[in-house]
């Protein structure tokens, strides 16, 4: 069974970077069958896809163009989990963030983290 | 950019009845990777139906999926208590992997 649990502050200031870890539980980040998701939830914004990373003979990452130059998804293979870091946060990025696994044909998300209420606020 | 659409925004039904939920894509998903998800108060969503059709594991055979062209369906045909939540599609075919506003499932 995977399981993926969530780690990180759920208050930032803003202009300051939002950080969050997916721990891995019941498969690797390293396989090549699934992909490692970060998505967003809030009443403005609804549920929004930040990006993914994955690994097929080498680590790639795919990003949405909405937070393409604040975001980087990392995977940490000796931890067996992944990060998000999203730089110069503003009130607008307030939301709850989830992990989540993509897999089977296409990744469809079918294993999620418990979700993290991070608030952007000084 | 995929834009998903759905409709009602909100469905009053009383437990026992069925469900017709819709989500129409601009543009055409041509793998059928299309999925829905159930979302309950304070609670990550939750998939119920991957590949426009295909239940996922656990998931009653009361939830259905099905494509109509650019127009998706998910319906439930007897309501249980535990079915009234939020609903969301969700385009996995093309980045970014888009999600619809969602659909409130209410009791009457």
């Known amino acids: 069974q995977v399981q993926l649990q969530q780690s990180g502050p759920g208050l930032v200031k803003p202009s300051q970077t939002l950080s969050l870890t997916c721990a891995i539980s019941?498969?690797?980040?390293?396989?090549?069958?699934?992909?490692w998701n970060w998505i967003r939830q809030s009443p403005s914004r609804g549920l929004e896809w930040l990006g993914r990373t994955y690994f097929q003979s080498k680590w790639y990452t795919d990003y949405a163009e909405s937070v393409k130059s604040r975001v980087t998804i990392n995977p940490d293979t000796s931890k067996n989990q992944f990060s998000l870091h999203l730089n110069s946060v503003s009130p607008e990025d307030t939301a709850v963030y989830y992990c989540?696994?993509?897999w089977g044909s296409g990744w469809y998300l079918g294993y999620w983290g418990q979700g993290t209420l991070v608030t952007v606020s000084s | 950019e995929i834009v998903l659409t759905q409709s009602p925004g909100t469905l009053s039904l009383s437990p026992g009845e069925g469900a017709t939920l819709s989500c129409r894509a601009s543009?055409?998903?041509?793998?059928?990777?299309l999925a829905w998800y159930q979302q309950k108060p304070g609670q990550a969503p939750r998939l119920l139906i991957y590949?426009?059709?295909y239940r996922a594991t656990g998931i009653p055979d009361r939830f259905s999926g099905s494509r109509s062209g650019t127009d998706f369906s998910l319906t439930i045909s007897r309501l249980e208590p535990e079915d009234f939540a939020v609903y969301y599609c969700?385009?996995?075919?093309?980045?970014?992997?888009?999600f619809g506003q969602g659909t409130k499932l209410e009791i009457k």
């Open positions: 590949g426009a059709s």
């Open positions: 543009q055409n998903i041509a793998s059928s990777y």
């Open positions: 019941g498969d690797s980040v390293s396989t090549n069958s699934a992909a």
């Open positions: 969700q385009q996995y075919e093309s980045s970014p992997y888009s």
């Open positions: 989540a696994r993509g």
